[in-house]
C-alpha cells in the first residue's frame, strides 16, 4: 500500500503514480475494463488510504498496448493479455541477448 506523504505547507509529495482519471485519460480503457484487468491480477495498483487506486508508469504501457491490440484484433480480455504478457516476454529475452552479445 502506497501512503501519499504530506509536506509543510499541506501539499502532497510530488510521485511518479498517476491517479485513476489520469489512467484512463493516458490508456484510452474504459474505467470497467480496468476493474475487469485489476480483478484479474493483470493490473496491480498501489492504494492509497482512501483506497484510490494509483498506477505507475509501465502499467500506462501495458494498458496502451492492451487496448490497441483488443481494438485492432477485435481480442477478449484474456487473449489481450496473453499477447501482452508474451511480447513482454520477448522484450525481455530480446534486452538479454544484446546484453550476451556485448560481452562478447
Not at 475494463?33 to 509501465?58: G, K
Not at 487473449?79 to 538479454?96: K, S, T
Request: proline fraction near 3%.
Amino acid at each position: 500500500m502506497t501512503l501519499v506523504q504530506i509536506h509543510e505547507h499541506g501539499l502532497p509529495a510530488t510521485s511518479e503514480r498517476i491517479g485513476t482519471r489520469e489512467f484512463l485519460e493516458l490508456t484510452g480503457l474504459t474505467e470497467d475494463t480496468l476493474l475487469e484487468l485489476v480483478r484479474m491480477d493483470w493490473i496491480v495498483p498501489s492504494t492509497t488510504a482512501q483506497q484510490e487506486f494509483l498506477f505507475v508508469r509501465m502499467d500506462v504501457l501495458r494498458g496502451r498496448k492492451y487496448r490497441r491490440l483488443c481494438a485492432d484484433f477485435e481480442l477478449c480480455p484474456v487473449a489481450g493479455i496473453i499477447i501482452v504478457d508474451l511480447l513482454e516476454r520477448i522484450d525481455h529475452l530480446e534486452e538479454r541477448l544484446r546484453n550476451l552479445s556485448n560481452r562478447i
